[in-house]
């Protein structure tokens, strides 16, 4: 793999690849990670996201096109293929403690069938350990949800912006679609082109989040462990059942 970062700071970031084995045998592919707010707005910091209108796409369009015209790289974004498309929001609050027990219960949640827990990986064990209490990611095949505390991703990382209109805290939420999503998403509305298929995304950027967290975190009553032996020991069930609800609890 090589990485070229000429167009880091316009929120391009290249790496030129290639499939290992013979010589003959190998595949050599250009693989871009875009960060389109960054592309269409240079000077924007790291909390904003994408406004969710049409102007985004053509604005998209013509930036990638400008930045990349007298480069080796295709500058038409409709000859490349989507391999993942992050939906993003975030959720302000202004009271930490609230903000910081809200982060806790996410993680300490089930996670729902079919998704397993992904966490984050660092040489430094204690690292990311202390990363992994404000970072949950759960994935299902070629989908992803995130949920994360932004300001201390944005602590930890050096991305400092200007605090004094930051809030105690900000909750980012990801859906992330990987190539397989993307592939059926692009089948059902018969489309391949990237700027279609983006614009559609952006459509139904807030019906697809909304969804996903509502699988991951149905709208139910939530209790703590000590709160639900509480419950089991003033209820009317038998003592048996009440050593095996506590059990399931536990």
């Known amino acids: 793999m090589y990485i070229c970062t000429k167009y880091t700071d316009t929120g391009i970031r290249i790496r030129l ?5 013979k010589k003959e045998s190998r595949h050599y592919y250009v693989r871009m990670v875009i960060n389109p707010r960054k592309l269409i707005y240079p000077q924007s910091g790291y909390l904003g996201i994408l406004p969710p209108d049409e102007t985004s796409i053509e604005l998209l369009e013509k930036a990638f096109y400008s930045v990349l015209r007298k480069s080796p790289f295709e500058r038409e974004i409709d000859r490349y293929h989507l391999t993942r498309v992050d939906l993003c929001t975030n959720i302000r609050c202004d009271n930490k403690k609230v903000f910081r ?7 300490k949640t089930a996670t729902p069938k079919k998704y397993e827990r992904r966490f984050y990986q660092h040489k430094d064990r204690k690292k990311s ?3 992994n209490k404000h970072y949950i990611r759960i994935a299902c095949g070629s989908q992803e949800l995130v949920i994360y505390d932004k300001t201390y991703q944005m602590d930890e990382n050096d991305l400092v912006v200007d605090y004094e209109s930051l809030p105690s805290g900000v909750l980012r939420i990801e859906v992330h679609y990987g190539r397989d999503k993307l592939r059926s998403i692009e089948k059902k509305h018969n489309t391949d082109s990237v700027l279609d298929l983006l614009w ?3 459509q139904e950027s807030k019906p697809r989040i909304c969804k996903l967290v509502e699988q991951c975190y149905p709208d139910c009553e939530y209790r703590s462990y000590t709160a639900c032996l509480d419950a089991i020991e003033h209820s009317r069930f038998p003592e048996q ?7 399931l609890v536990t």
């Open 17 to 21: 690849e290639y499939t290992s084995g």
């Open 101 to 107: 027990e809200l982060v806790r219960l996410l993680r």
């Open 129 to 131: 350990n202390q990363y």
């Open 200 to 202: 559609l995304l952006i």
């Open 241 to 247: 059942t009440q050593s095996n609800m506590r059990t």
